[in-house]
């Protein structure tokens, strides 16, 4: 098995595919893997990238082939083209269902949707891009909003668009309903200098964005989630900022009284990684 950095923002497992399987329409399990399968011979279920679940036989490690397999997979193979090393993603669904999807495929689809997400204009559209993302990736939804809020993170800060450069022009730009969520979901409502928020008539905790340079865009590090109360002393008070060394606001001072500011970032993993896992067949005789 090799570990090396997921490049979306999730973790996630693959097993390598081999031309002499694929020829055969087998899926040898990894022996790093079997812990994850039944222990006896059957049947178990396999869902593709349509959602679709068809039942495939099943052979464990103890069977006499000495190695965990799948079989019935040729129209699998042919379906996706599969081809020697390429790699599949596998996902536990339950003890006798698991997901199978072809690496690229998995990868282009979860882009997608939350490039959906990201640029959605309604609740129900982002809602939906969530509800995919989650079925797709077994994620609940609030670990999608974290993972999505770091892959925000390490992106470049954009800068907003002025029309007569003055920051008036620009203190009341929009902050864009997936972003909005994502903070929503970390913070709670809770102002990140305060703690303070409270709820709405819809029971919904009230919240601001202040954009800590106004002439900076939509990004995490420029963002923060406060109450009215500290965004009119941001706007109106004597203030001074201070930021690590990542950009990250650590404290701010207001009127010579100094504020620390909690960042949810601290709290998150902030690294995903992706794992493939290789099949070699025991040429020794294994113990049934």
């Known amino acids: 098995m090799e570990q090396m950095k997921s490049d979306i923002p999730l973790d996630y497992i693959t097993i390598k595919t081999t031309q002499s399987r694929i020829a055969k329409g087998l899926l040898a399990i990894p022996a790093s893997l079997i812990n994850l399968f039944p222990k006896k011979k059957g049947w178990i279920f396999i869902e593709n990238t349509d959602g ?65 997400f990201e640029n959605s204009i309604n609740e129900n559209d982002a809602d939906k891009c969530l509800k995919e993302v989650s079925l797709l990736s077994s994620l609940e939804q609030e670990d999608i909003l974290r993972n999505e809020f770091v892959k925000l993170s390490n992106s470049k800060i954009p800068s907003r668009k002025i029309r007569h450069n003055t920051i008036s022009s620009v203190s009341k730009a929009a902050v864009p309903l997936s972003i909005r969520k994502i903070l929503l979901s970390l913070y709670r409502g809770k102002c990140q200098i305060s703690g303070f928020t409270f ?76 794992e493939v896992h290789f099949t070699k067949r025991k040429k020794k005789f294994c113990r049934l």
């Open 199 to 274: 709820l709405m008539k819809n029971n919904n905790p009230y919240f601001e964005v202040h954009h800590i340079n106004p002439f900076e865009g939509n990004h995490p590090k420029n963002l923060l989630v406060v109450c009215p109360n500290v965004h009119a002393q941001f706007t109106h008070a004597d203030s001074k900022q201070s930021f690590d060394d990542d950009g990250w606001l650590r404290s701010v001072k207001f009127n010579n009284e100094y504020f620390s500011v909690f960042q949810i970032i601290d709290t998150l993993k902030l690294n995903f990684k992706k």
């Open 52 to 116: 679709i679940c068809e039942k495939k036989t099943y052979t464990p490690y103890t069977s006499s082939s000495c190695e965990c397999r799948i079989g019935g997979l040729k129209d699998f193979y042919s379906k996706y083209n599969l081809k020697n090393n390429d790699e599949l993603v596998i996902q536990k669904i339950d003890d006798n269902t698991f997901r199978l999807l072809p690496e690229k495929d998995f990868r282009q689809k979860i882009n997608d949707l939350l490039a959906n």
